[in-house]
């Protein structure tokens, strides 16, 4: 199975800052890489896909990059409603695995 | 308004069996892959099963072999029959549709989640 690892587990941020969660796979999964956004209590919501492609309706702050192996979701100028659980996914091949999360916390 | 609305979730003892449902809306239901992504209390997603449209299934391997994953199209509904319950598949189950662009598969709508509680 691909193992997804996501850096930093949580972070501290203010509102205005820019913040980058890096997701590194365990083997090549080509540009196979989404983004989700989780809130407390909520069910999680579709950000990116391919990398880099942002779902209609997200804010353009959101960016993502990366090919191969490693990956980074980009948020330039945080937002008091970005302040949440930030996961990667591979859909490269099943089973389709996560990485563990990223808190994006207030400073 | 494409939905997705689960149900089916309980209390159930360690090698009990239950059966989640999901009700699709707002959307072509059979031209959709749908899947199911758990979440324990306080931890993170974790795939679970897939079904495209062929009827191909997918599993975790901590599934494999106990849950079974299936789709009927006439009623807009996808299941997991989830047999041999254990403690570790305690979590909030998410129904997902996935879409494809090109060669890439996403999770882009969820569900609100029900919720499985194996314990004695």
């Known amino acids: 199975d691909i193992q997804m690892t996501q850096s930093p587990s949580s972070l501290s941020a203010s509102v205005g800052d820019r913040v980058t969660i890096t997701c590194r796979a365990s083997q090549s999964i080509e540009g196979s890489l989404n983004w989700y956004q989780q809130k407390p209590g909520k069910a999680p919501k579709f950000l990116i896909f391919a990398a880099s492609s942002l779902q209609n309706g997200v804010p353009s702050r959101f960016s993502g990059s990366g090919s191969e192996t490693s990956f980074t979701l980009s948020i330039s100028s945080l937002q008091p409603e970005d302040f949440a659980t930030y996961y990667c996914q591979q859909s490269y091949t099943f089973p389709w695995t996560f990485g563990q999360g990223t808190k994006v916390a207030i400073e | 308004e494409v939905q997705l609305v689960e149900s089916g979730g309980g209390l159930v003892q360690p090698g009990g069996s239950l059966r989640l449902s999901c009700a699709a809306s707002?959307?072509?239901?059979?031209?959709?892959?749908m899947h199911w992504v758990r979440q324990p209390a306080g931890e993170g997603l974790e795939w679970v099963s897939g079904v495209d449209t062929t009827g191909e299934t997918y599993y975790a391997d901590s599934v494999q072999g106990r849950f079974t994953i299936s789709r009927e199209n006439d009623k807009n509904s996808l299941y997991l029959q989830m047999n041999s319950l254990r403690a570790e598949d305690t979590a909030v189950y998410y129904c997902v549709r996935v879409y494809r662009s090109y060669v890439y598969y996403y999770m882009d709508v969820w569900g609100i989640g029900t919720t499985v509680i194996v314990s004695s």
């Open positions: 707002g959307f072509t239901f059979r031209y959709s892959d």
